[in-house]
């Protein structure tokens, strides 16, 4: 084992029996191979944290070494799983190239929101995917007003706005029809939710210009800002939204082997040629 990561933090979670038994294999090994093992409350003094689930735990536990730089390792037992990317039937041999030095990392970007409300109140948080404007309890749609860098950029009317980083661009904005994006690039997506004008498309934009998004006056509007899932809380007219590059960001640690193109190819289905279909 190398000096670098000696002191290791697993997440996950031990009630899902998908991830019970990889999460007990690991920690066997991991003692084994001599690492502290160091509980969540102590991840300030993590060398490395271990995520084993799905992409919701990977966003998890960058929410909790958003503030440390501490590096993650992703072991995939979720469903799609673009971020985690070592395979159960991999999980040892990865974990001891890991261990041992053999590795490559990956800085990606955070998203930094900010919630000005007509209080004087300010709402920060932080998004490793996306930060998304939705209608809430209402079936109407919601109309807002974006600018990019102090300039107006447009008027929409729709169920609502993504903006992702390229981490992202593969989750909700994806399913939007939004780009996928390479993870290296400093670059955001904004990603219309269900638009009323099929004209109102996504656009890139780099990643050092400022978002802001304000909710217009509409009969029964309702609307919340939600960050890489979870609720920032309900957005009012004369709220205002800004986003904009965090100055932080989130280490990944990916085992020999990694390939962002190859890990499209699992998860879409691409790189199939037709010509060889029974027909």
Partial sequence: ????????????????????????????HLNKAGASLLGVDEISRADLVMSIGGDGTMLYASRLTREFGTPILGIN??????????TPDELITSVD???QGN???DSRLLLEARLHRESGDEVVAFALNDIVL????????VDFETRVAGQYVNTHSGDGLIVATPTGSTAYALSCGGPIIEPQLDAVVIVPVCPHTLTDRPIVISADQSIEVSLLERDDTKAEITVDGFSMGG???????????????VTLVHPPGYDFYGILRSKLFWGRDNRKRNN
């Fill in 1 to 28: 084992m190398t000096n670098a990561f000696r002191n290791i933090v697993i997440v996950g979670r031990q009630d899902d029996p998908r991830v019970s038994e990889p999460l007990d294999i690991l920690t066997e």
């Fill in 77 to 86: 037992r979720g469903r799609l799983g673009f971020l985690a990317d070592v």
């Fill in 97 to 99: 190239s890991v261990l």
């Fill in 103 to 105: 590795f490559t990392t």
């Fill in 134 to 141: 939705q209608r809430r309890e209402t079936g109407r749609m």
């Fill in 235 to 249: 957005i009012n007219p004369k709220d205002k939204l800004r986003i904009s590059a965090a100055n932080d960001r």
